[in-house]
Nanobody, 123 residues
Framework: QLQLVESGGGLVQPGGSLRLSCAAS????????IGWFRQAPGKEREGVSC????????YYTDAVKGRFTISRDSVKNTVYLQMNSLKPEDTAVYYC????????????????WGKGTQVTVSS
C-alpha cells in the first residue's frame, strides 16, 4: 500500500522560499507520475505541478511558472517542490498525489493522496 507524507511547509514572508517534500513508502514512486496540488480556504483544490514517472517532463500551472520547480529522486523515493518568490496568494494546504495519467494538462486520475502540509505566506 502506497503511503505519501508531505513535509516542509511553514510560515514564510513574501518573496521567500520553501522546499516541500513528498516521501513515499510501501511502493516505489517510479511507477507513478506525481503531482502537487493545493487548496486555499474557501477554494477548490487545484493542480500546481506534475512530473512524469521517469522525470523527463514537467507541468506547471501558469500561476507558478518560473517560480516553482518540481523534481524527483528515485533513490530517496521522494518528490520535491521548490517554491521561490512566494506570494500571499500561494497560501494553501499543499498535497502530493500519485496519479495514473500525465499529459499536457498535468496530472490526472489521482490514485493516492498525501495528507497535506500547510504553507502560509505572510508578513
Amino acid at each position: 500500500q502506497l503511503q505519501l507524507v508531505e513535509s516542509g511547509g511553514g510560515l514564510v514572508q513574501p518573496g521567500g522560499s520553501l522546499r516541500l517534500s513528498c516521501a513515499a513508502s510501501g511502493v516505489t514512486l517510479d511507477y507513478y507520475p506525481i503531482g502537487w496540488f493545493r487548496q486555499a480556504p474557501g477554494k477548490e483544490r487545484e493542480g500546481v505541478s506534475c512530473i512524469s514517472s521517469i522525470g523527463d517532463s514537467t507541468y506547471y500551472t501558469d500561476a507558478v511558472k518560473g517560480r516553482f520547480t518540481i523534481s524527483r529522486d528515485s533513490v530517496k523515493n521522494t518528490v520535491y517542490l521548490q517554491m521561490n518568490s512566494l506570494k500571499p496568494e500561494d497560501t494553501a494546504v499543499y498535497y502530493c498525489a500519485a496519479v495514473l495519467i500525465y499529459n499536457d494538462y498535468g496530472c490526472q486520475g489521482v490514485d493516492h493522496w498525501g495528507k497535506g502540509t500547510q504553507v502560509t505566506v505572510s508578513s
